[in-house]
């Protein structure tokens, strides 16, 4: 990676910034900046009321509009003011680029080494992350998720992991009790993170097998539990979807993307897609007509289903899979045609800002493309060689393997192999793979309907996925098939 730029160094920064602020003559306030201002004054005036983007909040006869929850009003309200506050440092001063901005003296400023700019060490010019990230995000997705409008920067929120995420999306799109469809087998974490602090209610949508559940007919499944869900007076709020999926490892065909967006527009639902582990795609020899990944972003619903409200329609990316960085914590969060939940999203952005210091790395590597090219084709390569290295060895000892092409992980089915029928006996195998010293998730805490699969991580240190395949070898007695 190249050597990030300091502070006063000339910017050769390919990546887009926010437009100069107009120029103002010294000793005089910026027009646009009067009303921020008034604010930080302590007096805001009767002008500084948030704009006609936010609806009213909470109660009231205009509640009923809104897309999101009705106790979501207070976020909405804080998220104007503080999308305004925070403006003011678009406008900061600079001795030489921008003589007339804004002094700050209400930050705590503190020297920086040579890696990170002084403007490192402080809350940063932007609600949830600096202006930096979200300019360097947006060239991201308009780079690698052909998006069909450019994803701008304030398209973005930004909070400390998709996990962090997951728990305020909850509870901005849901009120209390309200549900959230997800198709199974899904990402055990769900269940607590949307509804373990907003009491939405997670609903696992049963789709058949896991082939069954990437054809678009699966939509049938989602409208039966939609349904029941209606009858018992339960709210169907929101839809999830994570493509790439986790635990499968698989890409979604277009054409289920686009049955399950049609389904979410006819039935009113705000629809996620989590695509974290959209740049971990590889090659799979064995299943070579895999669908290409197709980014949400990318697909033309209106044009393809007739009709389609694009304000429905967020995705969530992370820094944890296809850049191997979980401790960074950095979640993203994109929604190009709902300004409403976005600033409502700010009114808690401090809760869970992103670190000044994960900001920083991660803007300085996505900067860098050239080495970034080099490390997500890189990251493919070896993705691709770990995952054929871990299917042929349970495939020699008679295990079969899902079909996958994305993801750091696959699925293996012991069941046949070991003689697993329930649920109890699956977890007995994990259990004493535990005590021999590996871990494999099992299927079921993924809410998997078949026992006897488990989840196997294959991207790790090599001379470590020996050493716990030796031990599932000699713990589970799986020897070589014609070698027993
Ligand atoms: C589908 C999915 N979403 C989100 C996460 C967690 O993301 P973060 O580390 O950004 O909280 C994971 C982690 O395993 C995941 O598999």
């Known amino acids: 990676m190249s050597t990030p730029s300091s502070a006063s160094a000339p910017s050769a920064d390919p990546v887009p910034r926010f437009a100069e602020p107009p120029k103002t003559p010294p000793n005089q306030t910026p027009a646009h900046l009067e009303q921020d201002l008034a604010v930080v004054r302590g007096t805001p005036t009767s002008a500084h009321k948030p704009k006609s983007i936010l609806k009213p909040a909470a109660a009231g006869p205009d509640a ?123 990402y055990n974490a769900y269940a607590w993170d949307f509804s373990i602090r907003t009491k939405a209610k997670v609903v696992p949508v049963p789709v058949g ?55 979410a527009e006819e039935e009113d639902l705000q629809l996620i897609m989590n695509e974290i582990y959209a740049k971990s795609i590889y090659e799979n020899k064995d299943w070579p007509d895999a669908p290409p990944f197709v980014s949400a972003l990318s697909i033309n619903y209106a044009k393809e289903l007739g009709k389609f409200d694009r304000s429905r329609l967020h995705l969530v990316y992370g820094m944890s899979k296809d850049f191997c960085a979980n401790g960074l914590r950095i979640g993203v969060f994109v929604s190009q045609h709902n300004p409403e939940l976005i600033t409502t999203l700010s009114g808690t952005g ?3 800002k992103v670190s000044s210091m994960a900001d920083a790395i991660w803007s300085h590597i996505l900067k860098d ?29 008679g295990v079969s393997v899902a079909r996958c092409n994305a993801g750091n992980f696959l699925m293996v089915h012991m069941g046949r192999r070991l003689q697993i029928t329930t649920e109890q006996e699956e977890i007995a195998i994990g259990d004493k793979l535990i005590a ?31 050493v716990a395949l030796e031990r599932i070898e000699k713990t589970l007695d799986l020897t070589p098939m014609g070698k027993e």
């Not at 809350?123 to 069909?148: E, K, V």
């Not at 390569?381 to 349970?394: D, I």
């Open 350 to 352: 401090f809760f869970v």
């Open 436 to 466: 021999a010293g590996v871990f494999i998730a099992r299927g079921g805490s993924y809410k998997h309907p078949t026992p006897g699969w488990y989840r196997v991580t294959f991207c790790s240190d090599p001379a470590k996925l020996r």
């Open 209 to 263: 097998s896991m082939d069954e559940g990437f054809e678009p007919n699966s939509v049938e499944a989602y409208k039966r539990t939609v349904d029941e869900l209606r009858q018992k007076g339960v709210k169907p709020r929101v839809l999830v979807i994570t493509n790439p999926h986790n635990p499968l490892g698989r890409t979604y065909p277009r054409s289920t993307l686009l049955a399950l967006a049609k389904f």
């Open 64 to 186: 009923e509009m809104s897309m999101l929850s009705e106790r979501s009003g207070a976020g909405r309200k804080m998220g104007g003011e503080m999308q305004k506050f925070t403006s003011m440092y678009a406008n900061a001063y600079d001795e030489e680029k921008n003589p007339n901005g804004l002094v700050s003296l209400n930050m705590f400023r503190k020297a920086a080494n040579e890696t990170f700019e002084v403007a490192d060490m402080g809350y940063g010019d932007g609600i949830t992350s600096s202006r930096r990230l979200a300019n360097a995000m947006s060239s991201f997705f308009n780079d690698y998720f052909d998006p069909l409008e450019n994803v701008k920067p304030e398209h973005i929120s930004f909070a400390n992991g998709c996990t962090a995420l997951f728990d305020q999306l909850g509870h901005v799109l849901c009120d209390e009790g309200d549900a959230i469809l997800i198709p199974v087998p899904f």
């Open 369 to 397: 493309r050239e080495w970034l090219g080099w490390f997500l084709a890189e990251n493919k390569k070896r993705l691709g060689e770990a995952a054929q290295f871990t299917r042929e060895w349970f495939q020699e000892r």
